[in-house]
């Protein structure tokens, strides 16, 4: 089992170019969640998904979209790219049921630097 | 609004020595506070959790300390190694809202030879 993998590594845009970042998980999860990570702020929600085909918004969802067209893949997207999304993001995935307290699971993250 | 807040932002310790890292929260709704550790170019990985029906959780040498009326909790890492050269973070949740964490802004935890 891979977990859950990231797509790309690393990444450096200019201010106003868009971008996708791929996140796909082999644990058969429900839940998905994609974050940024940025000095002294821990890691914030952006958008999450409790299943294909829908998605929420998180705490910090402006300026990014997301998609769930399959469950194992979650999609995010920068249709404009600012210099304030300079981050390091990070993808997780967690199953539903038992009592609601389930284990997240992280991937390696995306460190993003934009121009 | 932070709604988990920690402490300290950074933290060294000799090899042997205690750790501790507190956290505090605002919303009474919260009722599961996980602890998460990430070593430098990783992701995050769950260390130990707690439910607020218990005050102390133990795994080998981590314990999460937990004061419900106080609206605190603490890690506490015992005869700490320079293996627990990582960052920190404290995080909440409460039922029936996907699993979704509020994090703590994390601890950074060298420990020294």
């Known amino acids: 089992n891979a977990g859950v993998t990231q797509t790309p590594k690393f990444r450096v845009l200019k201010t106003g170019q868009s971008m996708t970042l791929l996140c796909a998980q082999d644990m058969n999860h429900e839940y998905m969640y994609w974050y940024r990570q940025d000095p002294g702020m821990g890691l914030r929600l952006i958008h999450y998904?409790?299943?294909?085909?829908?998605?929420a918004k998180g705490e910090v969802p402006d300026g990014y979209n997301v998609s769930r067209l399959k469950k194992q893949n979650f999609l995010l997207g920068l249709e404009s790219a600012a210099p304030s999304q300079t981050s390091v993001y990070f993808c997780a995935s967690s199953s539903r049921g038992g009592q609601g307290y389930n284990e997240q699971f992280f991937g390696p993250g995306t460190r993003l630097t934009v121009l | 609004q932070q709604q988990v807040k920690q402490s300290p932002q950074s933290l060294i310790v000799q090899k042997g020595g205690i750790s501790i890292i507190n956290c505090a929260y605002e919303n009474t709704a919260f009722d599961y506070f996980p602890w998460y550790q990430q070593f430098p170019g990783k992701g995050p990985a769950l260390l130990i959790a707690?439910?607020?029906?218990?005050s102390e959780k133990k795994e080998g040498r981590f314990t999460i300390s937990f004061n419900k009326s106080a609206k605190q909790f603490s890690l506490h890492i015992m005869d700490s190694q320079p293996g627990d050269s990582a960052t920190y973070f404290c995080?909440?949740?409460?039922?029936?809202?996907?699993?979704?964490?509020?994090f703590g802004t994390g601890t950074r935890l060298q420990v020294t030879l």
């Open positions: 995080a909440a949740s409460m039922k029936g809202t996907a699993s979704k964490l509020t």
């Open positions: 998904s409790v299943g294909e085909g829908t998605t």
């Open positions: 707690i439910r607020p029906d218990v």
